[in-house]
């Protein structure tokens, strides 16, 4: 299958020196949820900004369903992949909610009654019908994340990349957006979401991408990747609660040798009431 979006040896330098993106090569198949993973400053957004077309690479170039993206496919790059920025007042600038998510329908040139069509499903989506008369900026840091995500849905792009959609969000919050991600996977959107938390990762995920000093560190199922532990060392993630747990059982003969760590507590339930059977 080919791939819906590729990164060909991204080289990027901000003006400050060190290249933050040094040689990043990524193959994006229709309906992956990627995690990507590092620490600070080991490229992330920069990579979600190049791969979107917000900035472009110094070498390297992005590839959009098979066809190189030059300075004229630049706006479809933008259409077809949505980026969710981490900071959500760098995104919003409109002074209601309802005139926020229509700002990216309205610059495509849609008809009027297909723009206030595509607010209404955005805004039902994220749950945001009672806020659409009020100012973004009012609103807190959770629901300006909404906002931010329904600005985004409003353009109807395949891929969304999400940087560090989390991070302003209490655990209601957090339960929210991951159903919004389930919901947004099962309608068969590519979701590209970088994240420090390796749980979500392990739980979410189905490839982990992990960055490092600008490079791919690794690249894999979660299963490997955060199970290698000289990945997670050079990378200084943190091993997921649960493979810990699934060691922990295998060392003491609990569970099969052979067997994968499951991908969730409930699954891990399931597996050992099976056991007692
Ligand atoms: P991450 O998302 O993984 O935290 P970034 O892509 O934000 O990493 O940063 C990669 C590198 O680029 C870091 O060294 C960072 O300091 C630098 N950088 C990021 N944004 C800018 C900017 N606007 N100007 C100068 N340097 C930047």
């Known amino acids: 299958m080919q791939p819906i979006l590729q990164a060909q040896n991204l080289r990027f330098c901000y003006d400050s020196g060190a290249p933050a993106l040094d040689g990043v090569s ?3 198949h229709a309906g992956e949820r990627i995690a990507v993973l590092g620490p600070n400053g080991a490229g992330k957004s920069t990579f979600f900004l190049c791969l979107n077309g917000v900035l472009t690479p110094e070498s390297g170039q992005i590839v959009l369903q ?5 300075k004229k496919m630049r706006k479809t790059l933008c259409e077809r992949v949505g980026i969710v920025f981490q900071n959500a007042d760098d995104q919003i600038i409109a002074s209601t909610v309802a005139a926020e998510v229509s700002f990216g329908p309205m610059n495509l040139r849609l008809p009027r009654q297909e723009v206030a069509r ?8 994220m749950d945001l019908q009672a806020f659409r008369a009020r100012p973004p900026h009012d609103l807190s840091g959770g629901e300006k994340k909404r906002v931010s995500i329904a600005d985004i849905l409003a353009m109807e792009s395949e891929i969304i990349l999400l940087d560090e959609p989390a991070a302003s969000l209490d655990p209601v919050g957090e339960e929210r957006l991951e159903r919004v991600l389930a919901r947004l996977s099962d309608e068969g959107r590519t979701l590209l979401i970088s994240t420090h938390d390796m749980d979500f990762a392990f739980r979410w995920a189905t490839r982990a991408v992990v960055f ?19 990945v997670l ?17 295998r060392a003491r003969e609990l569970v099969p040798q052979d067997a994968p760590c499951p991908r969730t507590p409930e699954e891990l339930t399931r597996l050992l009431d099976h056991q007692q059977d």
Do not use: C
Request: glycine share 6%; hydrophobic share 45%.
């Open 66 to 70: 098979g066809k190189p993206v030059d």
């Open 233 to 249: 060392r050079q990378a200084h993630l943190r091993r997921p609660m649960l493979l810990e747990v699934w060691d922990a059982l």
């Open 26 to 28: 990524l193959d994006v």
């Open 118 to 125: 595509r607010v209404d499903h955005a805004l039902d989506y």
């Open 212 to 230: 490092s000093a600008g490079r791919i560190l690794a690249d894999g199922t979660p299963q490997t990747v955060l199970a290698d532990q000289a």
